[in-house]
């Protein structure tokens, strides 16, 4: 009777593996094998990651947004940087979406300067006494030198026309000698505050995405703020570094021409503030960002998208042998446009709470590596614009790390980031796999889904992070069977931690979905979430032998998961 129950159990498992092989079109019958040589090194793996940036700058000394910094800066070994807008926008300092203010320039009756850095300090003190950095925004612009002031104050909400935020900030100066001042003392205070060592390693960009409505002026009128802003900073601390243009992405063609017209300028033409050849350049920005749609009622993302622009930007700047050495700073590096557009209004967005955020965000990074060894160039960061939202409705859909002070499964993949370090090492996955280039020509909308890893590896550790992601957020399909191949490893024993996000762990959101999805949660169950949040492991830690340094390891893995092997000796 027993074998009888046992060969029914069987064959209705069968049926149900046949039943969804067929519905998704691909199943567990193929496995994955990855192979990773810990000897054959590509490069430092340099803290790409470490960078976030947000809209609402008057959010950062508010009570989840301390918290969440506070978490960010705990999960690197080195200084994050921050990226805000509106340092220099007029204002009270009032919070809203997409809208923030500092009030550090205004003019008496007489028009002479007023300077107020209080809530500039008030932001950047919050970055200092966690240990991070400022990539300091040179923006936007006071009523008192817009040249079309008003309206100036925008309202704008989710579902809104975009357009609308463009008001009197956007535009350009109309005096170009009092911004320059304006800039010049800003710099001044900051070493006056900070001191010059730490001043010194900041980066100064001036504005935002000049080659859209950002921008109200020219693109020649931009180069002159540039001109006339970096000479400023320089002035007041030659050692400062400097860049820009913080260009949309480049797979756009007219983003593309404005930063070929940009880096001609700085390499050669006429400098509006001194007259002579050229500007300061110390770095070079754009965007890069992705491009969802909803099909069939189901959340398709675009990489390729992304890709694309981080390939035209990385092309564009190894084109020019006297920048090509240059550090770039993706500004803004994301699954696609607008933080604050939440997932009511914006079903496309509807990817943002669970995994696939974190599946797409690891297998995104390691193709920025990739793409920066192909064509040579000097990656020094890519800011992710997500941080979090005040006085929102729980996990709304918002572009964000956090909702409510309890983080989401996508910092967790951060954490994961943080413990990597050394160096990169070649990852070999066998079959049908993906690279940058597969993607950008076919996206991942095939019956296989991405199944990779990014490792590294320093003198008494291995680190292998593997996703397995799909452009579909279809969470019903079988788990895929990896099985991981390691050599060289210098030692014959070796402890490995196996973290995992998945529907299961590290997983905030689905806890708060079974507890009903409550708006107003008790104290307990906030405690619940907050624990939930965290990166956790899958199993208990685990010594793991390595004859002739070779380990092999089998792990199941969920779709739109991710896998943390931290291995230490």
Not at 7 to 23: C, D, E, N, Q
Request: hydrophobic share 35%.
């Amino acid at each position: 009777m027993k074998f009888k129950k046992k060969l029914l159990i069987t064959k209705l498992l069968m049926v149900l593996y046949t039943l969804l092989s067929f519905t998704t079109g691909y199943a567990q019958n193929n496995t994955t094998t990855i192979h990773i040589d810990a000897n054959e090194k590509l490069g430092p793996m340099d803290p790409i990651w470490a960078w976030w940036g947000y809209d609402e700058p008057n959010y950062t000394y508010m009570k989840d947004s301390k918290k969440l910094l506070t978490e960010i800066s705990e999960l690197s070994a080195v200084p994050v940087y921050v990226r805000a807008h509106s340092l220099l926008v007029t204002g009270e300092g009032t919070h809203a979406l997409k809208w923030g203010s500092t009030n550090a320039y205004t003019e008496d009756d007489d028009g002479n300067p007023v300077y107020d850095w209080t809530i500039v300090d008030k932001i950047f003190d919050t970055y200092i006494e966690r240990g991070m950095k400022p990539l300091a925004q040179i923006g936007f612009m006071p009523e008192a030198l817009s040249s079309k002031p008003k309206p100036y104050r925008h309202y704008w909400k989710p579902g809104a026309a975009y357009e609308d935020i463009y008001t009197g900030w956007a535009y350009p100066p109309n005096d170009y000698e009092k911004w320059a001042e304006l800039v010049y003392q800003w710099v001044l205070h900051s070493i006056e505050r900070y001191g010059k060592e730490e001043v010194e390693s900041w980066y100064w960009e001036v504005w935002n995405e000049p080659n859209i409505g950002y921008w109200q002026g020219t693109t020649e009128e931009y180069i002159k703020l540039y001109d006339y802003s970096v000479d400023a900073v320089k002035r007041a601390l030659p050692t400062a570094l400097v860049g820009g243009p913080e260009t949309t992405g480049p797979g756009w063609d007219k983003a593309e021409d404005f930063l070929v017209t940009f880096l001609d300028h700085v390499k050669s033409g006429k400098n509006y503030a001194t007259g002579k050849k050229g500007s300061p350049l110390d770095f070079i920005t754009f965007h890069a960002k992705g491009n969802p749609k909803v099909i069939d009622d189901v959340v398709h993302m675009d990489m390729s998208s992304q890709l694309n622009d981080i390939s035209k930007g990385f092309e564009v700047v190894a084109s020019y042998p006297e920048f090509k050495h240059l550090p770039i700073i993706i500004g803004e590096s994301d699954p696609e446009g607008c933080a604050a557009c939440s997932e009511a209004d914006y079903p496309h967005n509807a990817y943002r709470n669970g995994t696939m955020y974190a599946s797409y965000t690891a297998a995104s990074f390691a193709r920025k590596y990739e793409m920066a060894d192909h064509y040579g160039v000097n990656l020094l960061g890519a800011v992710t614009w997500g941080f979090e939202f005040e006085d929102q409705p729980w996990y709304a859909g918002f572009r964000d790390m956090a909702t409510n002070g309890v983080d989401k499964p996508v910092l967790n993949v951060f954490r994961m980031f943080g413990m990597m370090k050394g160096d990169r090492v070649k990852v070999s996955p066998q079959g049908s796999s993906y690279d940058y280039n597969r993607i950008l020509k076919e996206k991942v909308r095939g019956a296989a889904p991405d199944v990779n890893a990014l490792a590294s590896v320093d003198e008494n550790s291995l680190s292998i992070m593997v996703w397995n992601y799909h452009d579909k957020n279809d969470l019903n399909v079988l788990p895929e069977k990896i099985i991981i191949n390691m050599d060289d490893i210098p030692t014959e024993r070796a402890l490995l931690n196996h973290y995992r996000i998945d529907q299961e762990f590290s997983n905030s959101y689905t806890a708060w979905k079974k507890m009903g999805s409550p708006q107003d949660p008790s104290k307990e169950q906030i405690q619940e979430l907050e624990k939930s949040g965290q990166l956790q492991l899958l199993t208990s830690p685990e010594w793991v032998n390595s004859p002739e340094g070779k380990i092999a390891l089998e792990i199941s893995l969920p779709r739109q998961g991710v896998s943390f092997l931290y291995f230490t000796w």
